[in-house]
């Protein structure tokens, strides 16, 4: 499959969850996780053929553990790593695991650009726990949007301004795709106050 191709793919499935998740947010409030579990889903499937495909090093596979695990763990009803003087030793042993696997993967297949998807991830987690991001549905979404979506969709026409060449790899992994999102959907917020303005003087 052409990289476009999948590009492109990658782009519009996830487009098409959002809409549909979206849709369900305005009439409800609420969005079901299973938008977010199987688009997840489809995510590490394309990761991993993306992967097939370059030719990825084999120690490198090891880091689809990891990003699962951090991506899935908020749907798991488990008990907090620490709560009331007792550890939960069945989490503990699965992130001991996944920092096992990362480390191998990067010991034995060196560092990769791969590594971006798990450093989203427990990005979101910050700004979420720091009140940052105050909706789950929201960082629940960014994940996503980060597993899909890790390098800028190359969808024809666009930019209309183009990254040099020389630099775009280095743009990728200091401002991936998801903070552009998060930063545009920042940015839209402040233009809502308009919006409601606009909507209560009409009626």
């Not at 090891?62 to 620490?82: C, K, N, Q, T, V």
């Not at 069945?90 to 992130?95: D, E, G, R, Y």
């Not at 001991?96 to 998807?117: H, N």
């Amino acid at each position: 499959m052409d990289m476009d191709i999948l590009s492109l793919a990658r782009f519009f499935v996830t487009l098409g969850f959002l809409i549909a998740a979206s849709r369900e947010d305005l009439k409800t409030r609420m969005v079901d996780d299973r938008y977010w579990q199987i688009l997840g889903a489809v995510g590490l499937c394309l990761l991993a053929g993306e992967m097939l495909k370059d030719g990825a090093e084999a120690a490198h596979y090891l880091l689809l553990f990891p990003i699962g695990l951090i991506f899935y763990d908020p749907y798991i009803d488990r008990e907090p790593i620490f709560d009331k003087g007792k550890f939960c030793w069945p989490a503990i042993a699965a992130f001991a695991a996944a920092g096992a696997a990362s480390g191998c993967a990067v010991y034995f297949g060196g560092l990769t650009p791969l590594l971006i998807i798990p450093a989203m991830f427990l990005l979101v987690y910050v700004l979420y726990f720091t009140n940052v991001i105050h909706g789950g549905a929201d960082a629940k979404a960014l994940m996503t949007i980060a597993l899909v979506l890790p390098w800028y969709p190359a969808i024809p026409g666009l930019p209309l301004v183009a990254t040099p060449p020389a630099i775009a790899d280095i743009v990728d992994l200091s401002f991936p795709f998801m903070m552009l999102v998060l930063m545009m959907g920042s940015l839209s917020v402040m233009f809502l106050p308009f919006y409601n303005l606009a909507i209560n003087a009409k009626h």
